[in-house]
């Protein structure tokens, strides 16, 4: 059974940090390509970073130079470290794996930015 669970998010001021993880089971970690999602209230759901098996790294415009991804395959974790955080990065944020034509999915965390 394949399992991501996501852990970290929470309630942060302007300008804050959080780090959220993603434990994975179930699968052969280091075969997958991961990504970090977010989903806004009445927005689509949306790729914030990617981290390939041979750790190149892409990120979506509007995080470049604030978010930072980054996998451990001994963990079976990927992480996803936010700076500068503002409320429009306010959203649920979702682990995936993706490997070819498999992809699973966390349950999402919930990260919201709130003064």
């Known amino acids: 059974q394949v399992q991501l669970v996501e852990s970290g998010g929470g309630l942060v001021q302007p300008g804050g940090s959080l780090r959220l993880s993603c434990a994975a089971s179930?699968?052969?970690?280091?075969?997958?390509?991961m990504n970090w999602y977010r989903q806004a209230p009445g927005k689509q759901r949306e790729l914030v970073a990617a981290i390939t098996i041979g750790d190149n790294t892409t990120y979506a415009d509007s995080v470049k130079g604030r978010f930072t991804i980054s996998r451990d395959n001994a963990k079976n974790s990927v992480y996803l470290q936010m700076n500068s955080l503002k409320p429009e990065d306010t959203a649920v944020y979702y682990c995936?794996?993706?490997?070819?034509?498999?992809?699973?999915w966390g349950q999402g965390t919930q990260v919201t930015v709130s003064s």
């Open positions: 179930g699968i052969i970690f280091r075969m997958y390509a």
């Open positions: 995936n794996a993706h490997w070819y034509f498999r992809d699973y």
